[in-house]
């Protein structure tokens, strides 16, 4: 079994074998936290609370298992929201003690690129990984399960973050990433030419903050001279510069090192754009692409509980003293 709690989702799973999902029960605070335009952390922290048992309740339930059945509790410890990760820590500490369950603590990113092990069961490492999500944007070469190295990531903006905050200054409302993706599908990519950041020659880190600035300027600009603003093409410049960024750089890494592999993780993996693009491009290549389902791919449990399963092999169980992590590193 595991608890997910780091953001807005509280989300309890039970996998046999650390494969195989039995239940992945995912209750989401979306609807309360759009009245804020973000997620509240202190809010998401109470529904976590009032939400928690009934969320390992019907889990249980689902999965046809009682507590005495379970023998792994696993755990997402960091990187989150601290009053938000402390909920799941404590519930799974309680019931580690309780009923004398050896606990593991996840690194929720782990568990994001996990999500692959669970959508392909004969997946292993090593291969190239990009996770892309509301706090990270990372390529890595997994060498091992739970090891990794980390060969960029963002300077600013992570590529979710980027969504939401376009997503908000367009009109489009939380939560961003979705909305920008739909609306793009009507758009035109190459109605406006937004800059294409690549940084040094080489470098495999991202930047998104000048981005998300261009687009403000240019929405300024077309509203001050009394012009239309057209939403999907700006959804669809917007995404058209940030896909090109993403694949380019993965790609290359891929190349790089030799991975005939290549694993999609995070809550941006959902974007239609990317999948295809990234697809296009392993096919051009000859490499082999991996995307989780949509629901795998953001927040849920399944995919901690099959991260804790490997770590547990790997370096056994935390004592009681696992604490929450948030600026856990990947
Ligand atoms: N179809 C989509 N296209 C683009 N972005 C998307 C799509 N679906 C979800 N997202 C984005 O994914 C992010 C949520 O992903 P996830 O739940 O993994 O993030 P998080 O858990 O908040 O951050 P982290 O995993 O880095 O701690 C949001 O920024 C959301 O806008
Ligand atoms: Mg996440």
């Given at each position: 079994m595991a608890i997910e709690s780091s953001c807005d989702e509280t989300s309890v799973a039970i996998l046999a074998d650390g494969r195989t999902v039995l239940s992945n029960v995912i209750s989401s605070q979306i609807d309360i936290h759009t009245a804020f335009g973000g997620v509240v952390p202190e809010i998401a922290s109470r529904h976590h609370l009032e939400n928690m048992n009934t969320v390992v309740e019907q889990s249980l339930r689902e999965a046809g298992?009682?507590?005495?059945?379970?023998d792994l509790l696993g755990v997402t410890y960091g990187p989150g929201l601290v009053g938000a990760l402390l909920m799941g820590v404590a519930t799974a500490k309680a019931i580690a003690f309780a009923k004398d369950i050896p606990l593991v603590g996840v690194n929720h990113m782990h568990g994001h690129i996990s999500a692959n092990f669970i959508q392909y069961p004969d997946l292993e490492p090593p291969f190239m990984s990009l996770i892309v999500s509301g706090g990270h944007t990372n390529i890595a070469l997994m060498t091992d399960y739970g090891k990794c190295t980390v060969l960029g990531g963002t300077r600013d903006d992570a590529v979710g973050e980027a969504y939401d905050k376009v997503a908000r200054v367009i009109g489009l409302g939380y939560p961003g990433g979705p909305k920008i993706d739909k609306a793009a599908r009507e758009g035109n990519p190459e109605a406006i030419h937004f800059k294409r950041v690549f940084l040094?020659?080489?470098?495999?880190d991202f930047s998104f903050s000048g981005l998300k600035t261009a687009v403000l300027n240019y929405l300024n600009t077309e509203r001050q001279a009394g012009r239309e603003v057209s939403v999907p093409d700006v959804a669809a410049s917007f995404q058209a510069a940030v896909i090109e960024v993403i694949v380019k750089k993965t790609m290359e890494a891929a190349l790089d090192r030799k991975q005939e592999k290549l694993v999609l993780a995070g809550g941006v993996a959902a974007n239609s754009k990317l999948r295809q693009d990234l697809q296009e491009a392993c096919d051009k290549q000859g490499i082999k692409l991996y995307v989780p389902s949509p629901v795998l791919c953001t927040d849920n449990a399944a995919m901690v509980a099959c991260a804790a399963y490997y770590k547990y092999q790997r370096e056994g169980a935390d004592d009681l003293y696992l604490d929450a992590y948030p600026s856990l590193a990947i």
């Open positions: 298992a009682a507590l005495d059945e379970i040094e020659k080489g470098s495999l």
